[in-house]
């Protein structure tokens, strides 16, 4: 039977993990978004439920739908761009299964916990769900430990060298985010909740969405659309100094909620480093100058990747698409990842308006819009352009299943974000709040499309 599932994870182990993280974002991620639409669509009250249906719907998100694909396409690619390949790959089964249980299992557990009230059997189950997942993350690290002996050399005329610490970045926040994630629920399990407090909930979703997600866009797109595009190739001797830069601005943008931390380890000994009002003022301003250079060196970044000047092709060989490296196989890829980074741009303004002082007070920006328009914007439709564009390549095809559903996945993806993001503008109306309920419908179609062509296209004969 063709589509059998039958996994060779020495040659495709993207595939199981692009699976997972399709599942994950359609039974639960996507799913709960909807729910959460659709309940303050409905004006249904909003209890513990919520904010507990709230984190399970981030926690998919951001540890399945992102966190999955970036782990999949990351251990596929970069041991590659080093000259070898992922090694101890006999481990791989073991931690893609722990990782995909933990997850799972927090998804089941928190709803219901936030539903029904927490109790002994949920702070347990908790528990577990964070030590699958950290267990998984201690497996994953001991391959690329493994990979990093055996690869070669980075020197400075090699091509990874000037994108080398865009990845570090990405596996050091990865793996803080998952510590973050173990010490959150076992606060949450001391305390019988069913919510992580902010303190640990806010600092994983700025790793995953700054830490990890960014960095890795930055490794592909200068890899990648420079060919897929035509764009010229950016200047390399930038990126090392430009990493680090956007490194520190990372740092400081979670030094508070790290601060906050620390005081819970204090506790015991009954000081607070927060209770000094001076030292908190520094941390909260230190955030902004973070939050002020990651949205700067997004911007920086963008403006480098030269869209507006596409290499010329002489003419157009072996009937490839004016301008294009393909001849329509991969179906309209680059509208995907040209949306994506007008909504990376649209995202960055919004954050920089949110926090740049004077401005600020004149115009409200939700933190919930900027988030919005980074994940779901952003990173989602850039995650379903590179799906479609360079997963079969990986997987040994020559083309998506159905080239014609990325145009459709093009449309609804941006309903999505649209309706996602605009209704948060604007007070609760019946209109918003419809939009809200819509944009999760939407979104999760959008997916599925992926779903359906990534599966056809990874059985193609
Ligand atoms: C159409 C799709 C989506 C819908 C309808 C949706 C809906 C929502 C809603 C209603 C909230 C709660 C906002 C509040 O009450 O403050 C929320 C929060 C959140 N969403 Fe989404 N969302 C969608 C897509 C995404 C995507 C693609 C991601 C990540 C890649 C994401 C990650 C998050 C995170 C991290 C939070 C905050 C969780 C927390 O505070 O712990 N969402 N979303």
Known sequence: MSTRINIDWSRRLHEPFVYAALLIALGAGFTFGALLGIARALGLPIGGWYSALVQAHGHAQLFGWVGLFVLGVGLYFLPRLRGTTLQGISRAPLAWSLLVAGIVLRCIVQPLAGFFGASEISSALFMLSALLETAAILVIFSMLWQTTRTAKPILPDTPVYSIERFAQIAFVSIALAFLLNLLGVWNLVSQAKSVVAPRYDQPIVTLFLYGAALPMIFVFSLRTLPLFLRLPVPTRNIW???????????????????????????????????????????????????????????????????FFQRRQLAEASHGARANYAD?????????????????????????????????????????????????????????????????????????????????????????????????????????TAGLLGLSGIVGWFAVLLLAINMWKTFHLK
């Open 327 to 431: 001849r329509g196989e991969y179906g309209r890829f680059e509208l995907l990842i040209y949306s994506a980074f007008v909504w990376l741009i649209v995202a960055a303004l919004l954050d920089l308006l949110r926090v740049l002082p004077i401005l600020n007070e004149r115009i409200f920006v939700p933190q919930d819009a900027v988030r919005h328009a980074l994940m779901l914007g952003g990173i989602t439709l850039l995650i379903f352009g590179m799906a479609v564009r360079m997963l079969p390549g990986f997987s040994g095809k020559r083309a998506v299943a159905f080239p014609r559903l990325v145009l459709w996945m093009f449309v609804l993806g941006n309903l999505a974000v649209l309706f996602r993001v605009l209704p948060t503008f604007f007070g609760q109306t019946d209109w």
């Open 240 to 306: 090392r100094t430009f990493a680090l830069i956007y490194f520190l601005g990372l740092v400081l943008r979670i030094l508070p909620f790290l601060l906050a931390i620390v005081d819970d380890a204090l506790m015991l000994t009954e000081r607070a480093v927060r209770a000094n009002f001076i030292i908190l003022l520094l941390f909260d301003a230190l955030a902004v100058v973070g939050t002020i250079i990651l949205n700067t060196c997004i911007l920086f970044f963008i403006a480098r990747l030269n």
